[in-house]
């Protein structure tokens, strides 16, 4: 009998997954994780993501006078059932999904074969596969703004600053407390590679997932005795690591985080072991700009908030699902220059992410002034080298702690290219571009 | 009324001994087969394929391991995910390493290095059981993904820990769509299970059972405990590994340890409590229901609703609903799916009559 | 004079003879050779300072470990929501103190929700299951505990909580070059008092009497005349104060929050080595998994790899297996054919 009536609920499901929707509007899906192990971190992006998209529609009528569309698909963090929502929502749409963008590096991996068939860009805006910044291999992956690798440049050269500058770092120590995972392991090269060009010494502390507990982890590395510690977490692991070494002894202001590691949600919970500890941002801190006050006005005003009202501008993991909404959205303003005022395919998108130039004009129209960067992207540089910010917590808010600070790209493209070429080599990929 | 046996008479001794021995069971059978693999692959769309049936069989692979040796065997198991990683991993090593093998072979190659861990991590099976056993497993839970994370000949020495599953090609044809996925899925899934269902009614199977009912009784009639159990976790392990191997290629693409992790584990436990312990239907019956309910749910929470409860309650539901369902099932049918669908069937016997 | 010092010998005699001595006899002896290896080779002062440490991480892990003794001692249940009610209770008590009510009040508020979960559990899930296999029990709380995590967080939220006790996280006591931190000799004291109250509580009250009986022979235990259904009830909510204790001391370590949940995967080990119906065993159970692991992350982390805090505990627990299945303090067990 319980077969039976599955039976029955799987074919009218079966019926409903076939039709579309015939609205014309742009469709983004918003592939979010609010439960899970990671859930704390997801909602927050993705009540951003979808206020900003609501905000546009409501503000300036969507993009070129077409409303945007959205779903939201929760993943739970887990890559199978984040492929199951791509496969869902990819054909969505009067023309198909515009973009994807997964905020995790295991779910992009997971689809990021399937990309080029599917004809679907994906943003990996600060993660993701680091060579994709090579678009000449990988021309439907975009790790927009800044990858791991340059991340790891400037957090170097933000230290060396620290220091009194680049040729004081000789002789230093500097620990890096990751988390045990393909994430944490990534920028393992890169630092290496900088401890030799700087002459500094350089330890790996790995922590085991979740990273509940880490007090032997922080016994370790006082035994180290490091003068700097770079932090490379991600969800409850960042909490306990700033109140284990307030326990070992070692002061916060000589803990520098990477953007993973900077959010609130990190900082508040360790109470006041968190103050005096920096990190790095993709954008300003502040919540000073025109995008949340518009976002307040035109959304949560109207009754329209997808989380609560407090975040907005507030919270950092908010701002960078606002700086998802303003990727995709600047994607396909400028596909719609090209392509005309109608809903965007996903290669009519690709095209518009591989041709992005934020100009300052166009940040200020847009309300986002002085948020994030100028940006760029071309061909062969799907990252936009754009520089990073630090910033520092004071116990109630994120205050800069520096200016921007460029990536080191010459050291970042040789390895970049090098892992990329040795991609294509094996998967027999013709180089575009030029 | 339609479903007797009666004037169903056999007539050699190889009939007698049929997997499905009556007619009508055995009718039932080849339709399903034939929609599986001649009407699905035309009806379903690439979604479907892709998302729902591939993800249903592999996991039902890997239930029907975790049946052989908590259902038949009556060893509890709470590391199948780790052997499944290991299936994946060993696949991919020697793939990586020896380009020139053919697919089948490779995935064989997984199966047979899970089956070893397997047997390793069984050996404790020899001393305590019941409960204590699932905390070995555990440590092999835990242990295995630490290694995997670890060691960087495993991942080939990757840049960034997370490898991509080469595509794969079977004597030439290349396997990259939903389509052809499919069909080297079913395909492996079908003979795995009818393998099994043979094992389980041989003498290895009924010694298994013994094993399971009361091992000291069996030991005393002669059954090899060492044996019987250590080959117990060696064929679970064989097919567990064999469904990471597939769950690497044919579903993610990738291959990482995040996705052999400890709620894996808990999720093909789960499978085969709700599917039933001891039984090949059960198996699927379980994979079909844990991997369909939280899409079903995810569906009409968006299309009921238009979007007014939240991703995030749904999914909390969803916990509850699972939880709610498995205490329910043990309650009320503690055999499972499997069982109910046994008692539809003993009804349907005497359909029309009531007794 | 001679039969004094007689029956002196014989009753060391009898206590050398207990093969418990002799195992905890020679672990001495191997803790304390070891230490003064350390003493003589080492920095002291460090290894000291992680040993410590370890020992009062590892009575946190004891106090999670105590609630899956209760139930297990009086029932035989092995409690896999215990995870879930810590989480719960925590959550509950952090809700009630961010919407303004005195501390005082919000536990008693909680413990009584707690009492209500008891007596549901009991009548929906227990009750159905009395006579199965020990197996179908551990699978219900498997179910059970998926059932209450999402509870917990359908009906609070799923954000992180701070909760403030009041006490000062980071002030340590200084021994020589070593710090000790004070919230964790705290907590272990607190431990260290349930602990005394509960081993108190089973040994010289009637209900504590009635408990070990239950968890004897259920059916033993009904034809004497105890009432299974009301002292299952006491053992869940006994549970459910030890989870909430346990919650609050792990909720202001680690802000209130779903990973709390994973921490019960931590007390299996414990279990095990102390052994599953013993409540002093759950404590040493707790030292030797908090400090083994600590000691195997400092000084053999570095020689694989680090990041071997996961399946230390988990390898620790298979040896003392195979050496002893039923754990340092546990009851043998009995097969009947």
């Known amino acids: ?434 | 009324m339609f479903y007797r046996e009666a004037g169903q008479f056999k007539t050699s001794y190889e009939a007698d001994q049929s997997i499905l021995p009556i007619f009508q069971d055995r009718i039932a059978m080849y339709i399903m087969l034939m929609f599986a693999f001649i009407v699905f692959p035309f009806i379903a769309n690439d979604y479907w394929l892709g998302s729902i049936l591939i993800p249903f069989l592999v996991l039902s692979l890997a239930a029907l391991g975790l049946n052989v040796l908590t259902g038949y065997a009556g060893q509890i198991s709470l590391g199948s995910a780790a052997f499944m990683a290991v299936g994946a991993f060993a696949a991919f090593n020697l793939h990586v390493r020896i380009p020139e093998i053919p697919f089948l072979v490779v995935f064989l190659w997984g199966g047979l290095c899970s089956a070893a861990v397997g047997m390793i991590f069984g050996l404790p099976s020899l001393r305590i059981k019941g409960f204590y056993l699932a905390v070995a497993t555990l440590a092999a839970q835990f242990f295995i993904e630490w290694l995997f994370t670890h060691f960087d000949w495993f991942t080939n020495y990757s840049t960034s820990g997370v490898i991509t599953a080469p595509p794969m090609h079977i004597f030439g044809f290349a396997i990259d769509n939903p389509l052809s996925k499919y069909f080297v899925v079913l395909t492996i899934v079908v003979l795995c299970a009818f393998g099994i269902r043979n094992l389980a009614r041989s003498e290895i199977g009924r010694a298994w059972m013994a094993v399971r009912d009361m091992d000291i009784a069996a030991e005393a009639i002669g059954i090899n405990l060492m044996k019987t159990k250590l080959l117990a976790f060696g064929v679970s392990s064989f097919l567990c590994g064999l469904a990471g191997a597939l769950w690497a290629y044919a579903v993610l693409g990738t291959v990482e340890p995040q996705a052999f992790d400890i709620i894996r584990s808990f999720e093909i436990l789960f499978m085969i409590i709700i599917g039933g312990l001891g039984s090949v239907s059960g198996a699927f019956l379980g994979a079909g229901f844990i991997v369909l309910l939280p899409i079903l749910l995810n569906n009409l929470g968006s299309l009921v609703t238009g979007g007014a409860i939240s991703t995030e309650t749904i999914a909390h539901i969803e916990y509850m609903i699972f939880g709610a369902f498995i205490v329910f099932f043990l309650i009320v049918e503690p055999n499972g799916l499997a069982r109910l669908w046994q008692i539809g069937k003993e009804k349907l016997r005497l359909w029309p009559f009531p007794y | 004079m001679k039969n004094i010092l007689l029956k002196i010998l014989q009753c060391m005699l009898k206590i050398v003879n207990q093969k418990r001595f002799i195992l905890t006899f020679s672990v001495l002896v191997s803790v304390i050779i070891l230490s003064l290896a350390i003493y003589l080779f080492m920095d002291y002062w460090f290894f000291l300072e992680v040993f410590i440490g370890g020992l009062l991480s590892g009575v946190m892990y004891s106090l999670v470990a105590l609630g899956f003794v209760l139930i297990f001692k009086a029932s035989g249940v092995f409690n896999f929501a215990q995870g879930a009610m810590v989480l719960f209770a925590a959550l509950t008590f952090v809700r009630l103190i961010e919407m303004g009510v005195p501390m005082l009040g919000a536990a008693t508020l909680t413990m009584l929700v707690m009492v209500i979960l008891a007596i549901a559990i009991e009548r929906i899930v227990l009750r159905p299951l009395v006579n199965q296999d020990l197996i179908i029990l551990f699978m219900a709380t498997i179910g059970l505990n998926y059932f209450i995590e999402g509870m917990a967080q359908l009906v609070w939220d799923s954000n992180v909580h701070v909760l403030d006790l009041g006490i000062d996280e980071y002030a340590a006591y200084e021994i020589g070059e070593a710090f000790v931190n004070k919230f964790d000799v705290l907590a272990a004291l607190i431990a260290g008092g349930l602990v005394l109250l509960l081993a108190l509580f089973f040994r010289y009250t009637v209900i504590g009497r009635a408990l070990r009986a239950v968890a004897d022979d259920h059916q033993a235990a009904l034809s004497v005349g105890i009432p299974l259904r009301t002292i299952w009830i006491y053992v869940w909510s006994a549970a459910g104060l030890v989870a909430l204790v346990a919650g609050m001391v792990w909720g202001s370590k680690l802000g209130v929050q779903f990973a709390i949940a994973t921490v019960a995967l931590k007390a299996i080990p414990v279990l095990i080595i102390g052994g599953f119906t013993s409540v002093p065993g759950a404590i040493i159970g707790g030292l030797i998994v908090g400090c083994g692991e600590k000691l195997a992350e400092v000084y053999l982390g570095g020689f694989v790899g680090g990041a071997i805090e996961n399946w230390f505990p988990y390898m620790l627990a298979m040896i003392v297996l195979m050496i002893r299945p039923e754990g340092l303090f546990g009851e043998k067990i009995i097969e009947r054919v």
């Open chain 1, 1 to 434: 009998m319980i077969y039976r009536i599955l039976v029955t609920l799987i074919s009218y499901i079966m019926l409903i997954g076939i039709t579309v929707s015939f609205a014309a509007e742009h469709f983004v899906p918003v592939t979010s994780y609010r439960t899970g192990p990671y859930g704390i971190s997801g909602a927050p992006a993705a009540n951003g993501y979808v206020d900003y998209l609501k905000m546009i529609n409501a503000r300036d009528g969507g993009v070129g006078g077409v409303k945007l569309d959205w779903e939201e698909c929760e993943t739970a963090y887990k890559p199978d059932r984040f492929v199951e929502c791509y496969e869902r929502l990819k054909n969505k749409g009067v023309a198909g999904a515009t973009v994807f963008q997964p905020l995790g590096t295991g779910l992009t991996y997971s689809v990021i074969d399937r990309v080029a068939d599917d004809k679907i860009p994906l943003i990996t805006m600060g993660y993701g596969r680091t060579d994709a910044s090579d678009g000449s291999i990988f021309p439907w992956v975009f790790p927009l703004l800044v990858n791991y690798w340059s991340l790891s440049t400037a957090k170097i050269k933000y230290i060396g600053n620290l220091a009194g500058g680049m040729d004081k770092l000789k002789g230093l120590k500097i620990a890096n407390v990751y988390h045990d995972s393909a994430y944490g392991k990534e920028t393992g090269p890169v630092l290496e590679k900088q401890a030799e060009l700087y002459g500094f010494d350089l330890k790996g502390f790995p922590v085991a997932h979740p990273g509940l507990d880490q007090k032997a982890t922080w016994l370790n590395v006082r035994r180290y005795k490091p003068d700097y510690v770079i932090l490379r977490g991600w969800g409850v692991m960042n909490q306990t690591a700033l109140k284990e070494a307030a326990r070992a002894r070692i002061p916060a202001e000589n803990i520098v985080g990477v953007s993973w590691s900077c959010s609130e949600l990190d900082t508040v919970p360790a109470g006041k072991a968190a103050v005096g500890y920096t990190c790095s941002s993709m954008y300003n801190p502040g919540s000073h700009y025109k995008v949340f006050k518009d976002i307040l006005k035109y959304v949560h005003e109207a009754g329209n908030g997808t989380g609560p009202i407090e975040e907005v501008g507030n919270q950092q993991l908010y701002k960078t699902g606002v700086l998802m909404g303003i990727m995709t959205v600047e994607a396909i303003n400028k596909a719609t220059e090209k392509y005309g005022n109608k809903p965007m395919s996903g290669e009519q998108v690709r095209w518009g992410i591989e041709n992005l130039d934020l100009t300052s004009e166009r940040l200020e129209k847009m309300g986002i002034k002085d948020f994030i960067p100028n940006v760029k992207i071309s061909c062969a540089d799907h990252e936009g080298g754009a520089p990073v910010k630090f910033q520092r917590w004071n116990g109630t808010s994120f205050e800069p702690a520096s200016d921007w600070v460029t990536t080191d790209q010459n050291i970042v493209r040789p390895m970049i290219e090098a892992s990329s070429s040795a991609y294509a080599a094996e998967k027999g990929i013709t180089p575009r571009c030029n």
